[in-house]
């Protein structure tokens, strides 16, 4: 921890307590009804939390140790089977190879997001002002497109009957892409999804990261390049160093984001071409739970999923607080 | 500091979004209401006949309204979960003749077999309709409408190739196929359109050789689609696709809708249901299109079709009194001789015409009665199977058993 931190908060502390209650004696009446005030204002969204989280949270633990289908849904209580759920998910190569799926997956998504994001916003830098609002206008735009509207939009566009994809690869003879199958196989399946989901998801990390980097000191990265350094040497020790806690939120949330998908790939894909073979955690869970009507898996399902996300965010949680108490 | 506790308060909303809930909306009956859920085929075939069967049940029953919900096939059961949960069922709820197993062994409808004598025609109920409502001897659904599959063909088309009459035979329709394929060389063009994993179609195939999709056996589901027979109808799909369709061999029948590429004028026909050629050709070539039976291998036969149909069953909880009258009144002669006029087949076989519809209907074939075949049609192992096939990935023979042994572990699941 920063030493510079310890005068901020006595100036924190002496603006918010009233210059009365340091002259005068407190009872200790009123000293506790003083300590207690910040607790009542962190009440109502603790209230908040606990209707719209906590208890779906709960009811899902519950429900994940039940037997709980439609025969028990319509009856509205499962029976208890403990760890039964759980033993048949863990014993089910379809669990592990989604698992072992969607974890490359994730690793290309959140790569590629990463990847073009920060290009894209180093590039923000140096254009000129006029192309920097034009580009930053369309990626607003983007990021605003409603995620349903956006997949049906790239889904006739990539069409096998009728796309302007195929049209047009074939008019500027790029090859002969008449009625080409871009869903053809689950690795293509896959890709087009991940080309959706890169494509949607580069307008935060972009904007981010730019915003960032109006806090790389100037005059620093002067300096590097008067001593002779080359860009590829400034971005790696002036600049990255000062992105990087802005790089590892961004990653770790879109790895909580990439990792339990499900609009896009879901609607993408279409109903029809989901099969054990190539589904996403996010399909899995829905096809196990709500289409196989068996509420116990799905709910033990997605607690596994909650588990193995949450394994992943504490380590980049854990960098991210060495690297703030090392600055 | 600061950035730790943002990281945090991200962290833990994102880790929310995670955790899927479901929602449910729908309203809760009360004495003076009733809740219906219609599905979208009667929004855009027959509101009318909704509207006048409403309305006249309004007129029998006072100060009582009747409150139409359209839902959609593919989500519908979904919400339909999600009311059960929420004890907000509707009152009369659709059902699609394969769905209704899984529902009726859970006890999600109420038995209405002491009222089925009120039921008009109730004696003469389409077999198939009323077999997909009966459970363990118990009646939980009335027969509404059933539709088979026609072909819808361009008679221009077939004429400008020297076709006078339509094919009798599948050899003839193949030899039709290649003279449609000779006149008309638009890219894309598909003398008989089908969707590669459409298995609504290739199940036809399959039933017409003789084979079935699964059977029991000492109490037990056996998968049988790779026996012989139905390894022949497979074989003559795929001889048949590769002729007659350039559809995609991996996506199903709704993208696009056949109907949308008919009317692009790059269709010479296409298996389907009935009803396309009233409400969904955007007005193109109505004129020019007619109908005929879907033939068979064996001359002269119509190929068997897929019965579909529907059934209204009364949930748990509903106000059956009310459900059960208006039931009464959406399925009684005149209601169901409205629907035969729209192109259906209506529900009882004292009311049969001889329509293409229902000529078509003479040989059918329908899904087996397992409380776990919605299963088979989630996890897609037939479509899968089928684009296996088309595609070359796997031979027939091994598609087809590969396919078999999943449903004998997914129906005794």
């Not at chain 1, 974890?103 to 290309?108: G, L």
């Not at chain 2, 979004?17 to 809740?35: E, G, L, N």
Request: contains cysteine; charged residues 15%.
């Amino acid at each position: 921890m920063s030493s510079s931190q310890v005068p901020d908060r006595a100036a924190v502390a002496a603006e918010i307590t009233p210059p009365w209650s340091r002259r005068r004696r407190r009872s200790p009446w009123q000293r506790a009804g003083n300590s207690s005030v910040p607790y009542l204002l962190v009440l109502p969204v603790l209230a908040a939390i606990g209707a719209v989280l906590a208890y779906p949270l709960y009811k899902l633990v519950v429900i994940s140790f039940q037997k709980y289908g439609l025969f028990e849904l319509i009856r509205r209580h499962g029976t208890w089977v403990g760890l039964d759920n759980y033993r048949s998910v863990l014993g089910d190569g379809v669990f592990w190879r989604t698992l072992e799926r969607t974890v490359v997956f994730t690793i290309a998504n959140v790569g590629l997001t990463m990847l073009l994001g920060t290009l894209i916003a180093l590039l923000l830098v140096r254009v000129s002002s006029l192309v920097r609002v034009l580009l930053t206008v369309g990626l607003v735009l983007v990021w605003s497109m409603p995620v349903v509207v956006a997949v049906q939009v790239w889904y006739w566009m990539t069409n096998y009957q009728n796309g302007v994809l195929n049209y047009f690869l074939t008019e500027v003879h790029l090859g002969d892409y008449f009625q080409h199958d871009w869903y053809a196989t689950n690795f293509s399946k896959l890709a087009m999804v991940t080309a959706l989901i890169v494509w949607g998801a580069i307008p935060f990390v972009t904007i981010t990261v730019y915003a960032g980097l109006a806090q790389v000191p100037s005059e620093l990265v002067e300096a590097a390049e008067i001593d002779g350094a080359g860009p590829l040497r400034v971005f790696r020790d002036v600049t990255f160093p000062v992105l990087k806690p802005i790089l590892l939120i961004l990653t770790s949330l879109s790895i909580i984001w990439d990792f339990g998908v499900f609009a896009q790939p879901w609607l993408l894909v279409t109903a029809s071409g989901w099969n054990a073979s190539n589904y996403l955690m996010g399909v899995y869970v829905y096809i196990e739970g709500y289409a196989h009507s068996d509420f116990g898996r799905g709910a033990a399902i997605s607690l596994l999923m909650l588990l193995i996300v949450a394994l992943l965010s504490v380590f980049y949680v854990r960098q991210m607080v060495k690297t703030e108490e090392a600055g | 500091m600061r950035v730790r506790y943002i990281a945090a308060v991200c962290l833990v909303a994102a880790l929310a979004v995670t955790v899927s809930a479901a929602t449910a909306a729908p309203s809760r009956s009360t004495a003076s209401s009733i809740t219906v859920w219609l599905q979208t085929d009667a929004q855009n075939g027959w509101p009318d006949i909704v509207a006048s069967v409403n309305s006249q049940f309004e007129k029998d029953h006072p100060g009582v309204k009747v409150n139409v919900q359209y839902q959609q096939w593919t989500q519908h059961l979904t919400k339909f979960d999600a009311t059960l949960a929420g004890g907000n069922a509707p009152d009369v709820i659709e059902m699609g003749n394969s769905e209704m197993t899984k529902y009726m062994a859970a006890g999600a409808f109420q038995d209405i077999t002491s009222s089925k004598s009120s039921f008009a025609n109730s004696s003469n109920w389409l077999s198939g309709l009323q077999k997909a409502a009966t459970y363990g001897g118990h009646l939980y659904g009335v027969p509404y409408y059933a539709g088979s599959r026609v072909v819808t063909y361009r008679t221009d088309l077939f004429k400008k190739a020297g076709i006078s009459k339509p094919p009798t035979s599948l050899a003839q329709f193949t030899v039709d196929a290649k003279k449609l394929a000779a006149k008309n060389t638009a890219k894309g063009f598909s003398p008989v359109y089908i969707a590669g994993p459409d298995w609504y179609v290739a199940m036809g195939f399959v039933y017409d050789y003789g084979g079935q999709i699964a059977k029991t056996f000492k109490g037990k589901w056996v998968g049988t689609l790779n026996s012989p027979k139905a390894i022949a109808g497979l074989t003559a799909y795929k001889n048949f696709f590769n002729v007659a369709s350039h559809a995609s061999k991996t996506q199903d029948e709704a993208h696009p809708f056949p109907y949308t590429v008919y009317a692009q004028g790059l269709v010479g026909a296409m298996p389907g249901p009935t009803w396309v050629t009233c409400c969904n050709l955007l007005g193109k070539y109505t004129k020019a299109s007619a109908q005929f039976v879907m033939p068979s291998h064996t001359a002269g036969k119509p190929m068997p079709g897929f019965l579909g149909g529907s059934d209204l069953a009364v949930p748990v909880g509903a106000n059956k009194a009310l459900a059960v009258d208006w039931i009464k009144d959406f399925t009684d002669t005149a209601t169901e001789k409205a629907l035969q006029a729209k192109g259906n087949i209506p529900n009882a076989t004292n009311l049969l015409g001889d329509s293409v519809n229902e000529r078509a209907a003479a040989r059918s074939w329908f899904i087996p009665s397992s409380k776990n075949w919605v299963n088979v049609e989630n996890g897609n192992i037939l479509r899968s199977m089928l684009t296996q096939i088309l595609t070359g990935k796997l031979t027939v023979k091994q598609a087809a058993t590969f396919a078999s042994q999943n449903i004998t572990s997914v129906l005794n699941g």
